[in-house]
Each structure stands twice: as structure tokens, then as C-alpha cells.
């Protein structure tokens, strides 16, 4: 499968060089695996020559962590894209929404290519290279070395391997190939240590005291049968947090032995909440579909308005009735 995905994205090529300009484009709200496969493909295709530049479609800074990928620094945060752009290239994004402010104009141009691993993928794009079964897109994206003929230099290695590990709970899920992956990313010489403490186990004292508020008003919610750990994260405690932090609120429930899935709420603005869902043992995705989102099957995520006690209901309901 990644074979016929890398030699068909290779017939591309030639209509991104004639680009005068290429959009890289990750989803809003970018996690690692969207930062490290921008800036993985950004390096790709420069060094065939194409005029590339990676992408975010929202005004705000990505979270910081991420700024420690090489290449994060040029991706650009923006309403709109410069007038140049005449070819889009999406990665990890599974529907033309996750690219935020970009998706008009997006939607405006020809021919925009999708490379994508979530299972939810719209196919929004002229080619949709969706690998369902691929752990991350950076492993997606590993492929392309061979096809392209590509060095894969330092650099692009740290990125796909940001990109790896981030997307698979530090390698908790996921098979044979991620660690095949990996094992000729870390050949290269890159700094494996580092890079997890970077964007895994970095932590401040202040971030503890936070992690202890959120934590003591755990719920459990009872879906039918199906038990929810629930952590909710309001506005007023997250509001100039760093978002690395917020993010990773989600490992303390993620896996609790008397719960079957875990859920955070954060309310990004006074009534509006992004949610976070992830399980050992549940298909998570299809929950997060039913509430306009999207994600895998471990790990999937959606938007939600209103009151702490809305999401709540919202949530209990659709895990009833999906399960």
C-alpha cells in the first residue's frame, strides 16, 4: 500500500516544480505529527526543486513544543494564503474544515492533494492518499524518500520521527511498521532522547499545580455500559496556558482500569470546548464522528458549544447510542 501511495504522489512532482508556488497545509490546532509532516514535506520537495511552503490556517502560534521540530519555525500561521500559491498539498488533515481559515481558497483551487491516515477522510482533494491502517502521516511520508529520491538528512528524520512518535502515544499503539519507521529515523543519527522530552515529557512546577486542579474534579460518567473518565479543563484555568500542557491531560485518563474511554473538555474561548477522546479498547472515532468530528479509533477528537453540563449530555447520549 505505501508503495502505490509514493511511486502515484511521484507522478505529482512535476506539476508541483511548474507551481509557482506550493501550500503545505496541516490542520488547525496542529498536534506533531501535523508539524513534523509539513515541515518533513516542505524539505522533500524543496530538494526536487519545488517552491514549497508549510502552512497552518489559523492566526494564533501553534503550541510551543512544537516550534522544536526544525522547519516549525517557517511554517506560517495566516488568514490567507499569499497571492502565489497555485498548488496545495495537505497532510494529516481528514476533512477540508481541519484546515481552518485556508479552506475557501483551498476549495477555490484545482487539483489539491490529500495525504492523510485518519479513517473519518472526507477525500476532499483531486488525489486523496488516505492510508487508514498507517500509524501516523509522517510514516505515510517516510515512502516518499525512495520515490522522490530524497536524502533523508537529519532534519526530515527528527521531523517524521516527531511526527511517529506523537501519533502513537509514544509508540503505545499501532504495528510492525512504526517501529520499522523508526528504527531508520533514529539511524540517522537524530537525538531520540531529546526529541520525546521536547514534545513528551517536558513539565514546569506550575504545570504539576495545574495538572492537580483539573485532576481533582475527575468524574466518571456512566453511558449505559460504557464508563467514561471525564476531566474538564474551563477557560479561566487554561486561558495563557501552554497548549502542550492542556494537551497532554489527556494521559491521565486515557487508560484507567475501571473506565473504558477518557474524555477531556478544554474551553479554548467561553463556551466553545474542543474534546479529546481516547480508549484502549473502544472505537472512540465513530462517537467523535457522530458529534461533527473525527480521529481514530484509539485516539479522536471534536468541537462542542455551551455549558460544562451540554457536553455532558452530548456526549453521554451519543456514546449510548452508538454503542
Not at 42 to 61: C, D, P, S, T
Not at 131 to 144: D, N, R
Not at 149 to 165: C, F, K, P, Q, R
Not at 269 to 285: A, E, F, H, I, Y
Request: glycine content about 8%; overall charge negative; proline content about 2%.
Amino acid at each position: 500500500m505505501y508503495t502505490a501511495f509514493a511511486e502515484q504522489f511521484a507522478q505529482e512532482l512535476d506539476r508541483l516544480v511548474d507551481a509557482s508556488s506550493v501550500a503545505v497545509i496541516g490542520h488547525v490546532r496542529p498536534d506533531g505529527d501535523a508539524i513534523g509532516s509539513v515541515t518533513a514535506l516542505v524539505a522533500m520537495l524543496r530538494q526536487k526543486g519545488v517552491n514549497a511552503h508549510g502552512f497552518i490556517g489559523q492566526e494564533e502560534r501553534f503550541s510551543e513544543d512544537l516550534y522544536t521540530i526544525p522547519g516549525a519555525d517557517d511554517i506560517r500561521t495566516v488568514a490567507h494564503f499569499p497571492d502565489d500559491v497555485t498548488a496545495v498539498v495537505t497532510v494529516d488533515c481528514a476533512s477540508i474544515d481541519r484546515t481552518g481559515t485556508l479552506q475557501d481558497e483551498i476549495a477555490a483551487l484545482d487539483k489539491t492533494v490529500v495525504i492523510d491516515h485518519h479513517s473519518s477522510n472526507t477525500n476532499f482533494g483531486y488525489k486523496n492518499f488516505v492510508i487508514a491502517e498507517s500509524e501516523a502521516t509522517a510514516v505515510m511520508l517516510y515512502y516518499l524518500i525512495d520515490a522522490l529520491d530524497v536524502e533523508l538528512t537529519t532534519d526530515i528524520a527528527h521531523s517524521l520521527y516527531a511526527g511517529v512518535l506523537t501519533d502513537t502515544g509514544s509508540f503505545r499503539w499501532g504495528g510492525s511498521s512504526m517501529h520499522e519507521v523508526a528504527s531508520k529515523l533514529v539511524a540517522t543519527g537524530i537525538d531520540q532522547q531529546a526529541i520525546a522530552y521536547d514534545l513528551v515529557d517536558r513539565i514546569t512546577t506550575q504545570d504539576l499545580k495545574f495538572n492537580g486542579q483539573i485532576l481533582s474534579n475527575l468524574q466518571v460518567l456512566d453511558a449505559g455500559k460504557i464508563k467514561i473518565a471525564c476531566l474538564t479543563a474551563p477557560y479561566e484555568l487554561i486561558n495563557g496556558r501552554p497548549k502542550s500542557t492542556i494537551e497532554s491531560l489527556i494521559n491521565f485518563v486515557r487508560a484507567t482500569d475501571d473506565t473504558d474511554m477518557g474524555c477531556v473538555f478544554k474551553e479554548q474561548q467561553p463556551g466553545q470546548w474542543t474534546v479529546s477522546l481516547r480508549s484502549r479498547t473502544l472505537d472512540v472515532s465513530r462517537f467523535a464522528i457522530a458529534l461533527g468530528g473525527g480521529g481514530h479509533e484509539p485516539a479522536a477528537g471534536y468541537s462542542d458549544e455551551g455549558t460544562e453540563q451540554d457536553l455532558i449530555n452530548h456526549l453521554v447520549q451519543v456514546v449510548k447510542e452508538n454503542s
